[in-house]
């Protein structure tokens, strides 16, 4: 199992920009799946953008076009550029691997979109 820490979360108007960090405990080149889910208040979670293997990727249709997964293998780091935020984005954002049947989730960071 690998340990995923978020970061970079916060309260940010409509229109607005933020970057997500997860940082994994150990290398994360090898990891089939990786990426971003959220969850808003009394909703389930959703997936938000995730790669499957290095360089394929998913997004969801809510933040196609407006949201931005990236990786640095060398820093063990999966980001999430999200731009164009609207209120709809609020939620706790999660960080997810899934590695040969094992699935890893981080703590969660909170987004807030508001004016």
């Known amino acids: 199992q690998v340990q995923l820490v978020e970061s970079g979360g916060g309260l940010v108007q409509p229109g607005g920009s933020l970057r997500l960090s997860c940082v994994a405990s150990r290398s994360i080149g090898s990891i089939n799946v990786l990426g971003w889910y959220r969850q808003a208040p009394g909703k389930q979670r959703e997936q938000v953008a995730v790669f499957f293997s290095s360089i394929t990727t998913k997004y969801g249709d809510s933040v196609k076009g407006r949201f931005t997964i990236s990786r640095d293998n060398a820093k063990n780091t999966v980001y999430l550029q999200m731009n164009n935020l609207k209120p709809d984005d609020t939620g706790v954002y999660y960080c997810?691997?899934?590695?040969?049947?094992?699935?890893?989730w981080g703590q969660g960071t909170q987004v807030t979109v508001s004016s």
């Open positions: 997810y691997a899934a590695h040969l049947g094992i699935v890893s």
